[in-house]
């Protein structure tokens, strides 16, 4: 998530949730310079798979 763009981070969360993760969630934690257009794009991945809105 720190060095990744937007679209490769909500790629590879839907690609886990197309997997069956049931968490999603950084490994470890979230680095301190992880750019906030990141941690939405994961969100967004979840709120696409599920439409919560």
């Known amino acids: ?3 990744g763009t937007p679209a490769s981070v909500k ?3 839907k ?3 197309s997997e069956g993760v049931e968490i999603l969630a950084p490994g470890c934690r979230i680095a301190p310079r992880t ?3 990141n941690l939405r794009a994961l969100v967004e991945a ?3 798979k599920y439409r919560v809105e």
């Open 11 to 13: 790629a590879e969360a």
């Open 46 to 48: 979840r709120d696409e």
């Open 35 to 37: 750019p906030l257009a």
């Open 15 to 17: 690609q886990c949730l």
């Open 1 to 3: 998530m720190l060095f």
